[in-house]
Nanobody
């Protein structure tokens, strides 16, 4: 049984930093491209960043501010968020594809429970 457990969310002021973690059991993160999504109130879930074999990708709105990484020994995924903005407020989810070759798909991912991130002025 696959379990993804996020931690590290919370409240921060504009310009502040947070680091999210996602520990996996029953799934080897290094096997496939995995990543982080977020969902703000009233908005669709958005893919924020992905990583696989050292190759990373980011949505334009977080480039230069967020850094995704993984520790294969700990089978843990991270998202370092710096210079945070109010529009970063959302529930953040780590995700891993159920079928590696298909990649991350909203309808075919394993999901963590989500962690709330709130940025205030």
């Amino acid at each position: 049984q696959v379990q993804l457990v996020e931690s590290g969310g919370g409240s921060v002021q504009v310009g502040g930093s947070l680091k999210l973690s996602c520990a996996a059991s029953g799934y080897i993160f290094s096997t496939c491209r995995v990543g982080w999504y977020r969902q703000a109130p009233g908005k669709e879930r958005e893919l924020v960043s992905t990583i696989h074999d050292g190759s990373t990708a980011y949505v334009d709105s977080v480039k230069g501010r967020f850094t995704i990484s993984q520790d294969n020994a700990k089978n843990t995924l991270y998202l370092q968020m710096n210079n945070m903005k109010i529009e970063d407020t959302a529930v953040y989810y780590c995700a891993a594809p159920k079928t590696c070759i298909l990649g991350l798909l909203l309808t075919r991912n394993y999901w963590g429970q989500g962690t709330q991130v709130t940025v205030s002025s």
